[in-house]
């Protein structure tokens, strides 16, 4: 975000991110300062930098003198600025630094030629950050201040669903959640998290789609949260990057803002950060897949998932089939060290049908299984809106598959129809008590889920568009490699993968 915008970050940015981090000691400021403890330098630290000039983030003391400095050429104000972030003492609102107390510090931490100038402009964008973070906090503790149950009530709405009627007013009770206040914080500029050290390891790997400057400081913020009069502590991680400047000349910034992960963290960010997206991919033993996202209601008023009724094609996110290409993780060979991954397993997905392009599109990615067994993919694409290569990052759950009653193995199998004149391709892949599918004729989509219920057999989950399944698939148990069906609309399926197990 520019930093004389109040515009908030784009969809892209990495403040809606996730990355676990670790904690150390903490010890509390004076509480009328600016929201940061420096950790020390050596002082024999004397080199500037673009951002040692232009960020003033990491040079704040909470007791810098109001003094004029030596050799001071230019009268800096003294007024300091109070911020819209409430004390955790109850004691009023946390006050930034002035103009002069920010040149003090510079001064003190060595950089000796800092332009006195440029420093009023420096504490502007110093005081925009940390409201834009606190923003970002105000927002997270809206949804989720008041327990899970009521975070999913507002998550499941989706991201501007759950935005909608939101009352902001700072200082009051918003949406029946105590407002939140800040406790303590601590700078960690020389701590990279994990997530933005993943970050550098994968632009180091794939320059093209994730060469980034590493994040320029770290903080991590205490925030008070109050649930029926109950307090809890809440450890917030912020990133603070740079990206390039606004066509203008203006500098803008990211900021990566996220609760540090506890269990409740993490179920949090998986309500946000998943929530208006039911997504299910389906992936084969001979690996074809079909992925399938839906976008969640976002209003009494539309239908819930699962339902016996077609949907809207509006509420189709994304529905695109076709086969993966995975590459094993290389596992160290040092005695003692055998889980640690040296490369990750890599995967290239090829898009052969795709509800967003006609053309057979790729995207790959890393997995990176983490200690929760959730498993972290970070990958690039082309945008086909944009057809710009564009990094991304997903969390994905393994689902143990089932069997359908009755049967004895594990089943699953492949069809595929296409026909190129009429502009149709199609996927249908069963794996388990789930069958997905994916057809394209010409500009019309249709997407299907079904899963398998004991008492009614196979129920739809999901189906948006015309009917795309041929005869007999939910009737027949089993499907032989090269068998061929033909649909009620005249569509020639083949079986092109079918296994069992068990």
């Known amino acids: 975000m520019p930093a004389n915008s109040n515009a908030s970050p784009p969809p892209s940015c990495p403040m809606h991110q996730s990355s676990p981090t670790v904690a150390k000691p903490l010890t509390p400021p004076a509480e009328s300062a600016c929201p940061y403890t420096p950790s020390d330098l050596s002082a024999d630290t004397k080199t500037s930098s673009k951002y040692s000039k232009y960020n003033p983030l990491n040079y704040m003391f909470s007791d810098i003198s109001q003094e004029r400095a030596k050799d001071q050429t ?22 930034y630094p002035s103009p002069q107390q920010m040149y003090n510090a510079l001064l003190r931490k060595g950089y000796t030629d800092t332009d006195a100038t440029a420093v009023e402009s420096m504490v502007s964008v110093h005081n925009f950050l940390n409201e834009g973070a606190w923003a970002e906090i105000v927002e997270w503790e809206r ?17 501007q669903g759950s935005m909608a009627g939101a009352n902001h007013e700072a200082g009051a009770n918003f949406d029946g959640v105590s407002q939140p206040s800040l406790l303590r914080f601590m700078g ?10 993943m970050i550098q390891i994968m632009g180091w ?10 994040p320029f400081d770290r903080h991590d913020w205490f925030v008070q ?45 998986m309500m946000r950060w998943g929530g208006d997206v039911c997504t299910l991919v389906l992936t084969t033993p001979g690996k074809h897949f079909v992925d399938i996202r839906i976008y969640l209601p976002t209003s009494p008023d539309e239908p819930s998932i699962p339902s016996l009724a077609p949907l809207p094609s509006s509420r189709l996110e994304w529905g695109f089939a076709g086969t993966a290409s995975p590459t094993p993780a290389v596992y160290s060979s040092l005695p003692g060290r055998e889980t640690e991954i040296e490369k990750p397993s890599h995967t290239v997905w090829t898009h052969w049908v795709d509800n967003k392009t006609t053309d057979e599109v790729q995207d790959e990615g890393d997995m990176y ?19 710009k290569v564009e990094k991304y990052q997903e969390c994905w759950v393994d689902l143990e598959i089932a069997k359908v009653d009755e049967e004895e193995e594990f089943r699953s199998w492949v069809l595929r129809t296409e026909d190129e004149e009429a502009g149709v391709r199609g996927v249908l892949a069963r794996v388990g008590v789930f069958i997905q599918g994916v057809l394209r004729r010409g500009e019309d989509i249709s997407v299907g889920r079904w ?23 939910f009737s027949q148990e089993e499907f032989v490699l090269g068998q061929r069906l033909v649909a009620s609309d005249g569509l020639k399926w083949v079986c092109v993968e079918s296994f069992s197990w068990k």
């Open 74 to 95: 230019v009268a800096l104000p003294t007024e300091r600025e109070p911020s819209t972030i409430p004390k955790g003492s109850g004691e009023g609102n946390w006050e």
């Open 143 to 159: 949804r989720f201040g008041g327990g899970l149950k009521k975070g999913w009530e507002m998550c499941k709405r989706g991201e």
């Open 188 to 197: 960690r500029p020389k701590e990279m998290t994990p997530k933005a050290a």
């Open 205 to 214: 790997i794939y320059p093209s789609a994730f060469a980034t400057e590493p």
């Open 225 to 269: 949260r109050e649930i029926a009069g109950q307090k809890k502590e809440i450890r917030y991680v912020i990133d603070y990057y740079s990206g390039p400047d606004d066509p203008t000349g203006e500098p803008v910034f990211y900021l990566d803002v996220r609760p540090a992960i506890t269990p409740t963290a993490a179920v949090e960010r």
């Open 369 to 387: 299984p983490q200690p929760n067994g959730e498993t972290m993919e970070y990958g690039a694409m082309e945008n086909p809106d944009t057809g």
């Open 451 to 473: 899963m398998w219920d004991a008492e009614r057999g196979w129920q739809p989950v999901v189906e948006i568009g015309k009917a795309l399944v041929p005869r007999g698939v």
